[in-house]
């Protein structure tokens, strides 16, 4: 669906330099620090900015070739905050040929989303809802949302990752890119997830290994001393003890009864992945 090969973008004081492929089917996610290169890499994808080396292919085509063949909900998505919903209904109409009129209203409603009122007088909550919902308003094949539930509360939330669950049933081939800091919403929703930090990718995997394989070991400054490194991917010292990140939680559980292993979540590998690379 998207193939980023050696992608270069160099700004003053920072370069983008990654490789992602996004699989037609799949829902990928990209994860990182502010100012880590989610956005520079989005905005490639899109054609809104020129590489300075590599190659970005979007279904086959450049960057700006399929805009209809795909969705997008940014965080600074440039709408004008004078539109209601009843003017965007009429834009979209003129602009998608696919554009499901009714289907976009029904859910405006279902969400409490004014027809009449102006954007500005929105709260977060409500822009971040209409971006979701413009996004998967017009059978876009591609779907690219950077931070969409940013604003939102639980329970739209859920309203929201559920409604992208039923835009993927729709039809299989569809795809989701997804840059997002709550990572539940990754852990739920992604078949696989990249890293990214500095403008590099530091970690690549499908998203079972990370919750299956992955975990935490836990153990005094001694036991670190003699353990065996060779899959430990990243380390913090504690006050009184050390822990690890490990992509084979298993090896340390069958070989190391004496310390603590521990399930990871997403959040755990972020933390304990990018404080490694702070030094």
């Known amino acids: 669906m998207v193939v980023i090969d050696k992608l270069q ?17 799949a829902v990928t996610g990209l ?45 600074d998505s440039g709408m004008s905050m004078l539109l209601t919903i009843h003017d965007i209904v009429s834009i979209m109409s003129a602009t998608y040929a696919k554009f499901e009129r009714e289907k976009f209203i029904k859910r405006c409603k279902k969400f409490e989303l004014p027809m009449d ?42 309203e929201v ?61 001694k036991e670190y001393e003699e353990l065996d490194k060779q899959f430990v991917t990243a380390s913090r010292k504690e006050k009184f003890s050390i822990t690890c990140l490990t992509n084979e939680k298993q090896f340390y559980i069958d070989n190391y009864p004496g310390i603590v292993v521990e399930n990871s979540s997403i959040d755990d590998i972020i933390v304990l992945t990018l404080g490694r690379n702070e030094g």
């Open 31 to 75: 994860i990182g620090k502010n100012g880590a290169g989610k956005s520079t890499t989005i905005k490639a994808i899109l054609g809104l900015i020129s590489p300075d080396g590599g190659s970005v292919k979007v279904m086959g085509n450049d960057p700006g070739v399929n805009m209809d063949a795909i969705g997008v909900a940014l965080s």
């Open 161 to 221: 990752l559920g409604m992208l669950r039923e835009y993927l049933e729709e039809d299989s081939s569809r795809s989701i890119l997804i840059s997002s800091h709550i990572s539940s919403d990754l852990e739920g929703l992604c078949d696989d997830i990249y890293m990214i930090d500095r403008g590099r990718i530091i970690m690549h995997e499908d998203t079972d290994v990370l919750l299956s394989k992955y975990g935490l070991l836990k153990m005094s400054e």
């Open 117 to 158: 009122k102006q954007i500005k007088d929105f709260s977060s909550g409500m822009k971040a809802k209409l971006k979701v919902l413009l996004a998967i308003s017009h059978k876009a094949k591609l779907l690219v949302l950077d931070e969409p539930t940013t604003g939102l509360d639980v329970l739209a939330r859920n």
């Open 9 to 25: 973008k160099k700004y003053k004081g920072f370069e983008l330099n990654v490789s992602m492929n996004i699989k037609e089917g």
